[in-house]
């Protein structure tokens, strides 16, 4: 009897808990619902939200850019001759190759125009380039600013072959001025010696001042992956157009997706004059009227200087004392191309004809500091 009446008990005391848990599993799924109504009505909000669709742009496809890009592009391989000495003192010449990259900037009657660094051919003893169809043909220097990091090299186009000259194509060149952050970025180039690659990122920054060498230098920044045989290659925006020349990666412990490229419309000036500047004819190359010597980066580190050329003397009545050069003034630039070296100088005088004029852009020291000044100046025939 005692066993019945427990289980009687027990049976109530389950139903009960039953009958309350029903009520409160109601209760939640109401509540639920009215949380799922709220929702419903956010979502509809956000429908009816609105964008500008000229400012949003979406890239699906990187394969239609790349394809139709990659024909401008090239791979740029140097070869240098080291002088070595073996274990008993014989001397003997060691080559040794390295990679770059580059693009197809120009071309003429004669010959294909293509842009690289100049640290990827500085010095070089020879250097081929290799087509996205896989032809290599030689190349001439055609000119190079060490300051600029900039080499344009030209190729016969007598040299390639039908299907190579059919296939090829001249890079189309963007603004890089109208660069915004987070700009979709692509970089191609050679890396590391492999063959073509391509890597996607994005703008992370604008007028990055970057010291290289002991010189400022002003690059756009990406994320997208620059490797050793990057150099000289190209960045792109969306519509497949050059923006950047890709330089340098920058490389630490704690560091990681920082690339860095110059502003292609900062220097197609420098590329248009490395392109079509002539020779002067002997005796009608301008000239200054200074004694110089270099501000190397050694000088620059040790005394805070700019990198150039340090007047030390102007001759009286010369281009140089007209135009308000004193002793002392550092030449950085001349028609808006870098000096930095009397080699520099000489070059940029060697191209430009006496008679003409033109500019020089000077570091002068002024209470301690050094100030910058553009000044005017008719180049002269020496004597």
């Known amino acids: ?106 071309q003429n009657d004669k010959e294909l125009l293509i842009v690289t660094n100049n640290h990827v051919v500085e010095g070089a003893s020879s250097v081929e380039i290799v087509f996205d169809d896989g032809e290599s043909v030689s190349s001439v220097l055609r000119g190079s600013n060490a300051a600029a990091d900039l080499a344009v090299l030209c190729v016969k186009t007598s040299e390639l072959t039908k299907e190579t000259r059919n296939h090829i194509r001249i890079a189309t060149i963007g603004d890089s001025n109208n660069i915004q952050l987070g700009d979709l970025a692509i970089a191609i180039g050679n890396a590391l010696g492999y063959g073509q690659s391509v890597t996607v990122g994005h703008i992370s920054a604008i007028e990055r001042e970057v010291d290289v060498e002991g010189r400022s230098m002003s690059f756009m920044q990406t994320d997208a992956s620059i490797n050793p045989g990057n150099s000289g290659g190209a960045l792109l925006n969306s519509r497949g157009e050059v923006i950047g020349i890709n330089t340098m990666k920058f490389i630490g412990q704690n560091v990681e997706g920082i690339g860095y490229t110059i502003p292609i419309s900062e220097v197609l000036e420098l590329i248009n004059h490395l392109i079509n500047r002539t020779s002067v004819d002997a005796g009608q190359e301008a000239y200054l009227g200074i004694s110089s010597q270099d501000v190397t980066e050694t000088y620059s580190k040790g005394f805070n200087m700019p990198i150039g050329v340090f007047v030390n003397d102007v001759e009286e009545g010369s281009p140089a004392n007209n135009a308000g050069i004193k002793a002392g003034d550092i030449i950085t630039a001349v028609n808006e191309i870098p000096v930095e070296s009397t080699q520099d100088l000489k070059e940029i005088l060697d191209y430009t004809q006496a008679g003409s004029s033109g500019t020089v852009r000077v570091s002068s020291l002024d209470e301690g500091e050094y100030v910058e000044r553009t000044l005017d100046i008719n180049f002269a025939k020496r004597n």
């Open 1 to 106: 009897m005692r066993k019945v009446f427990k289980f009687i008990l027990i049976a109530i005391l389950v139903g009960a808990i039953v009958a309350t848990g029903y009520q409160l599993y109601k209760k939640i799924v109401n509540v639920n619902k009215d949380k799922s109504k709220d929702s419903e009505d956010f979502i509809d909000n956000k429908e009816e939200m609105s964008f500008d669709k000229d400012k949003t742009i979406f890239v699906n496809d990187f394969s239609t850019i790349v394809d139709n890009t990659m024909p401008s592009i090239v791979a740029v391989n140097p070869t240098y001759e080291e002088t070595v000495r073996d274990f008993f003192g014989r001397q003997y010449t060691k080559q040794q190759d390295a990679s770059g990259s580059g693009f197809i900037i120009g």
